[in-house]
């Protein structure tokens, strides 16, 4: 434990385990059974590469590994469809060193892998909550504790569902494929929340020691950015493409020399990617021209477009964006959209304007595990004076955070707001 190549097997799983089950599920038409021939791989990977050392290409490592072990599942298997004994035969022919052409196989309009497992997972089959879990756990990498705190939900119920969801899709025999675009729409949506909340976990990792996870960032943009050629017609997609461009030019200034987080106000905005930013207003005024301006995400793209409009915090249309954001709670009323308007409107309006709104959701079962609410409350009553007050909010915002770098910009504010409360010695600051 500890050595060098489990590091490599960690660091490759978290890389390149989306394509590895993706590539796996198209070979095999099996979603289940592809996460499981991954796993497999892996653990060979930690029998093998202490002994014999990191391969040169340890993803087409894992991935050869996991198609022998397909090829003697299905030899075992008498019981095999026409289509997995012809793949058999493909990858014994090729062998080792180059890829079988599987596209003539499982062929679709697009050839992409990873879209392909995304529409599967999204199939409608499964529940809204089973859909976006499954696809969290096999496209984004995230652990289960990982996506029960993007939901706010407990653990074990986002276990169940990703296990329920697999049962499902092999019950149903749910083929591995981008549906025709009779049925694109009515998986869209959670297709396109999927990739949002991806992103979202690399744009403010739940838990870890990073405070990013720009892999998991440049992933979603990726999908959205195909997901808009696909569907160019849909102004949502245009939407969820606009808002990740915009959020994902700020990677660079999010944080600090250190890897500390930098806060949006306190960003040097000399460092946001002025070109993604670009890409982020034109996909607005697609949407736009397409006339889906009152979108989730195109409503969100706006906000995000007045911060990237801005060249200095202050000249930020603070007025604007609380009225998005009370459009948006308006057309999915949410505890937390309506905690991000509390933010808008104290900036708007005054600290005591926005404490008023958050005191409202402090009752919300949502919220109570949610550290941004403490930190969000700690905020308002540091600048209304009240500094003793804010510290204890500081502090619950620590214990409530899973990630390292949050935990620790949390801390460091109690220590200051106790420090203006006088209850703490500047010399002891560490």
Same mark, same amino acid.
């Given at each position: 434990m500890g050595s ?6 960690e660091?490759?799983?978290r890389?390149e385990?989306?394509r590895l089950?993706?590539g796996l599920?198209?070979?095999?038409? %099996?979603v289940?059974l592809?996460?499981e021939?991954?796993?497999d =791989?892996?653990v ?6 202490p ?9 087409a490592?894992?991935m050869?590994?996991a ?6 599942l ?6 095999l469809?026409?289509k997995y004994?012809?793949i058999a035969?493909?990858v014994? =022919?090729e062998? $080792?060193?180059?890829?079988? %052409?599987?596209d003539? #196989?499982f062929?679709?309009?697009?050839? %992409?892998?990873l879209l392909?497992l995304i ?7 499964l ?5 976006t879990a499954?696809t @969290? ?8 504790a990982? *996506?029960a705190?993007a939901y706010?939900?407990?653990e074990?119920t986002v #276990?169940q569902r990703i296990?329920?969801a &697999? ?8 083929p591995f494929?981008?549906?025709g675009p009779?049925d ?8 396109l929340?999927? *990739?949002?909340l991806?992103? !979202?976990?690399g +744009?403010s ?6 405070w990013?996870?720009?892999d ?6 990726? @999908?959205?950015?195909v997901?808009?050629g696909?569907a160019?017609?849909e102004?949502?997609?245009?939407? /969820?493409?606009? /808002?990740?461009?915009i959020?994902?030019?700020?990677l ?6 250190s890897?500390?987080?930098?806060l949006?106000?306190?960003? !040097?905005r000399?460092?946001w990617d002025?070109?993604? *930013? ?5 996909a ?5 021209? /397409?006339?889906g301006? %009152?979108g989730? +995400? #195109?409503?969100?793209?706006? *906000? =995000?477009a007045?911060h990237?409009? #801005?060249?200095?915090?202050e $000249?930020? !249309?603070w007025a ?8 948006l709670?308006r057309?999915?009323p949410?505890?937390?959209v309506a905690?991000n308007?509390a ?5 708007a ?5 926005g404490?008023?709104l958050v005191?409202?959701?402090?009752a919300e079962?949502? /919220?109570?595990g ?9 905020d308002?009553?540091? &600048?209304?004076g ?5 510290r204890?909010?500081f ?5 409530l955070t899973g !990630?390292?770098a949050?935990?620790e910009?949390s ?5 200051a707001?106790a420090?203006?409360?006088?209850d703490?010695?500047p010399?002891?600051?560490?």
């Amino acid at each position: 434990m500890g050595s060098p190549a489990h590091a490599a097997v960690e660091s490759v799983v978290r890389m390149e385990s989306a394509r590895l089950i993706a590539g796996l599920a198209r070979y095999t038409g %099996d979603v289940g059974l592809a996460e499981e021939l991954a796993q497999d =791989a892996v653990v060979a990977a930690l029998e093998q590469w202490p002994g014999e050392g990191v391969p040169r290409n340890p993803g087409a490592w894992l991935m050869t590994v996991a198609r022998r072990r397909a090829v003697d599942l299905f030899r075992r298997n008498h019981d095999l469809r026409l289509k997995y004994a012809q793949i058999a035969r493909a990858v014994e =022919a090729e062998g $080792d060193t180059v890829t079988p %052409d599987f596209d003539r #196989a499982f062929s679709d309009d697009i050839d %992409d892998d990873l879209l392909r497992l995304i529409f599967t997972a999204c199939h409608p089959v499964l529940s809204v909550p089973a859909r976006t879990a499954l696809t @969290l756990r096999l496209l984004g990498g995230l652990t289960t504790a990982e *996506i029960a705190r993007a939901y706010l939900v407990p653990e074990p119920t986002v #276990a169940q569902r990703i296990v329920r969801a &697999k049962r499902v899709l092999a019950r149903e025999h749910v083929p591995f494929e981008v549906p025709g675009p009779a049925d694109r729409p009515a998986r869209l949506s959670s297709v396109l929340e999927v *990739i949002y909340l991806i992103f !979202n976990e690399g +744009y403010s990792a739940t838990a870890g020691d990073d405070w990013m996870r720009p892999d998991l960032c440049a992933e979603a943009l990726r @999908l959205a950015r195909v997901l808009a050629g696909l569907a160019p017609e849909e102004p949502e997609v245009h939407g /969820l493409a606009a /808002l990740l461009e915009i959020q994902a030019s700020r990677l660079g200034a999010r944080a600090g020399p250190s890897g500390e987080p930098v806060l949006l106000l306190d960003q !040097n905005r000399a460092r946001w990617d002025r070109l993604l *930013i670009r890409r982020g207003l034109a996909a607005l005024d697609r949407t736009r021209e /397409l006339g889906g301006t %009152d979108g989730p +995400y #195109a409503l969100q793209a706006a *906000i =995000a477009a007045c911060h990237a409009e #801005a060249f200095r915090a202050e $000249d930020t !249309n603070w007025a604007r964006i609380a009225a998005l954001y009370e459009a948006l709670a308006r057309r999915v009323p949410s505890p937390v959209v309506a905690l991000n308007r509390a933010v808008a409107v104290s900036m708007a309006q005054g600290p005591q304007a926005g404490l008023d709104l958050v005191d409202q959701l402090t009752a919300e079962p949502a /919220l109570r595990g949610y550290h941004l609410l403490p930190s969000v409350r700690g905020d308002l009553l540091l &600048k209304l004076g009240r500094a003793a007050e804010a510290r204890s909010e500081f502090e619950r915002a620590a214990e409530l955070t899973g !990630n390292a770098a949050e935990r620790e910009l949390s801390e460091d504010r109690a220590r200051a707001a106790a420090e203006q409360a006088g209850d703490l010695d500047p010399s002891s600051r560490s």
